[in-house]
């Protein structure tokens, strides 16, 4: 779809089910998932009028003051069981009472129920617009050989909408009786008769790149139409700066079932996404669809989409320069190590000195503990503080990917569960190396080294 020539992702769901497994932060929106699609779910509405099976429709329409040069063509919307959306011909409306009819499908045998969603009046080839008074008076439909009244037009059940979605003005009877349209002055392009059960607008959830194109707030309304111009109205009930599934900047969410009484593109009909909260439980909706004899054209599940990433070549090569920096980390560690080992060796003749006069075991080793643990701890926290922020600097200006996902947008943050492991291992490793040092140190520290030359 698209609004003042702007492409726009719009994808329907049902909001208790994408609520359940959609993929969700909360920098999204700022706020649960579940109360940003609160507004989506429908209210009650007034079904659309059900033809059943049928194999022929009829439309009892009285028309006067229509030029019979250039009359107004007449079609059928008729939504099936699957999702599509038929068009009936019903023929060019000429003066009078009259009875238009036409084939639902290729006639015979309907293999799916109907309902008529509305009714269409298009100006001829000749452009000489829609004008003259329409008086739609009943609907019967043509099952197995017999025709069946379905209705009328009554009031609160059906509203008229121009080409730009302005209402025009209409007179109806109580009960079944007819709907009256009157246009005189002010010729249309294309006049809609829709059943109340169509929407006159969707509540949506949009991204902000929607609101930033079109100026809008929460509560607006923004017009798009489809590939075939089927003018839709958006109502923003909620803004998010993602929307799992629409993988666009500029795309909104409305609820599936308002979404098809609008019409499915034919070349998905038949088709469907269907997603699934990892676990055994979806392993089972696949193989139960498979036992249903569903063709299943692809199988993504979000580790396969991250070990897709991960193959990358900027992926593989910033994994290259994490191993290469924990090498360096490994060797400035051990060099550290040896230095303070080496230093200590310096002064086992002092420690042997206050050993002789009488100094406590404990207070030969835990000083000399401590300063190594203060420089050595000193360097760890810093050298770490100092990488992880100039992590975070850099990460988001490094291309990670060759087609980087930008919904959700990336989160260039450490994996803190594991950062903390890793950390506290590190520490941990370091902390033994020092107790290795210090306990060699100590085990060289004896009143022998009194008799020796001090190097």
């Known amino acids: 779809m698209a609004f003042s020539g702007t492409p726009l992702t719009l994808l329907g769901v049902d909001p208790d089910r994408y609520g359940r497994v959609a993929f969700w932060r909360e920098d999204f929106a700022g706020q649960p998932l579940g109360r940003l699609l609160a507004p989506l779910r429908p209210p009650a509405r007034i079904p659309p009028p059900e033809l059943g099976p049928a194999e022929e429709i009829e439309i009892r329409l009285a028309a006067s003051s229509v030029a019979r040069s250039a009359p107004p063509e007449l079609t059928a919307e008729l939504l099936g069981g699957d999702g599509r959306i038929i068009q009936v011909f019903l023929g060019p409306v000429r003066p009078g009472r009259h009875a238009y009819r036409g084939v639902v499908g290729a006639g015979g045998a309907a293999s799916t129920d109907y309902r008529l969603l509305r009714l269409r009046l298009d100006e001829s080839e000749e452009l000489a617009g829609v004008a003259g008074v329409y008086r739609f008076e009943a609907v019967r439909a043509r099952q197995g050989g017999t025709w069946r009244r379905m209705g009328g037009f009554d009031p609160g059940r059906w509203y008229v909408r121009s080409a730009q979605g302005r209402a025009l003005p209409t007179t109806a ?3 079944s009786g007819p709907l009256v349209l009157a246009l005189h002055r002010d010729p ?3 006049v809609t008769v829709n059943s109340a059960a169509v929407p006159e607008e969707l509540p949506a959830v949009v991204t902000t790149g929607l609101l930033e194109d079109t100026g809008l707030r929460v509560g607006g309304l923004v017009a798009v139409r489809d590939a075939q111009g089927t003018l839709l109205k958006l109502k923003v009930t909620g803004v998010a700066r993602a929307l799992p599934g629409t993988e666009a900047v500029v795309a909104a969410l409305v609820d599936l079932e308002g979404l098809l009484l609008y019409g499915r593109d034919t070349r998905l009909a038949g088709r469907a996404h269907l997603w699934a909260a990892a676990g055994p439980q979806a392993d089972a909706a696949v193989g139960r669809l498979e036992g249903l004899g569903v063709q ?8 396969q989409r991250r070990a897709d990433l991960g193959r990358q070549a900027p992926a593989l090569a910033l994994l290259l320069l994490v191993l290469g920096a924990a090498a360096a980390a490994v060797l400035a560690t051990g060099g550290v190590m040896l230095h303070l080992y080496l230093d200590g060796r310096q002064r086992r003749f002092e420690l042997a000195v206050l050993g002789a006069l009488g100094a406590r075991h404990r207070d030969l080793w835990l000083p000399l503990a401590l300063e190594h643990a203060v420089l050595v701890g000193w360097g760890v926290l810093a ?12 990460l988001p200006a490094v291309p990670q990917f060759l087609d980087p996902p930008r919904v959700p947008p990336a989160l260039h943050l450490p994996d803190w569960p594991i950062l903390t492991v890793s950390a506290g291992l590190a520490l941990a490793l370091v902390a033994a190396g020092l107790s290795l040092v ?3 140190l100590m085990r060289a520290v004896r009143p022998a080294l009194l008799r020796e030359d001090v190097p």
């Open 173 to 175: 009877a109580a009960g």
């Open 188 to 190: 249309q392009p294309r």
């Open 383 to 394: 050298g770490g503080a100092i990488g992880l922020a100039t992590a975070l600097v850099a």
């Open 438 to 440: 210090v306990a060699g």
């Open 296 to 303: 299943i054209e692809q199988d993504l599940t979000a580790a």
